[in-house]
């Protein structure tokens, strides 16, 4: 069976998407896995990811350079200046998930290297269980391509940090 187009057919929105849009969300679901599996051992949590990356910055291998771009992107997503956005609150964060610490950082009052890069991947790890657990389907993925293209970057990037 050809599976995409199955989801032509069957997905919400799906045939509206552009090929980089899949490519984006694919190439996300691949880089999660991997980051899940190898950097958090399984266990893909927020305090699992603050774990992670505190490590990196005891180990002196923390550096926010190649997290610009995606520092930008998400925190213009999710503050205007004033108040978190909508798409804040489509994060669905939950208790668990340090909801207290994304807002900070998001609202610009964090300047600390391992509260910055853990709160961006919570909000990665909410884009993750997000398309993961079907919220994404309620819209069709549509808007989704620099979600999915800073948080592939990011990925890649932590992952490279924690090999060095």
């Known amino acids: 069976m050809d599976t995409l187009a199955w989801l032509e057919k069957t997905a919400p929105g799906f ?7 899949r490519e984006a969300i694919k190439d996300f679901s691949l880089l999660w896995s991997l980051y899940e599996g190898t950097i958090l051992n399984n266990s893909g949590n927020a305090n699992t990811i603050i774990h992670t990356i505190t490590s990196l910055k005891r180990r002196g291998k ?17 503050y205007d200046g004033t108040d978190l956005t909508y798409a804040f609150h489509n994060l669905h964060l939950r208790s668990n998930d340090h909801p207290e ?7 610009g009052q964090s300047s600390e290297d391992v509260e910055i890069l853990s709160a961006l991947l919570i909000m990665v790890f909410r884009l993750r269980n997000n398309l ?11 808007g989704q391509l620099q979600n999915f293209r800073n948080a592939n970057d990011l990925l ?9």
């Open 15 to 21: 045939k509206l998407l552009s090929g980089q849009e």
């Open 156 to 164: 890649m990037s932590v992952m490279e940090m924690h090999r060095a």
């Open 132 to 142: 993961f657990h079907g919220l994404k389907w309620s819209y069709g993925l549509r």
């Open 101 to 107: 610490l994304v807002e900070k950082v998001v609202r």
């Open 62 to 78: 923390l550096t926010l350079e190649p997290f610009r771009p995606a520092i930008e992107h998400f925190l213009e997503r999710y």
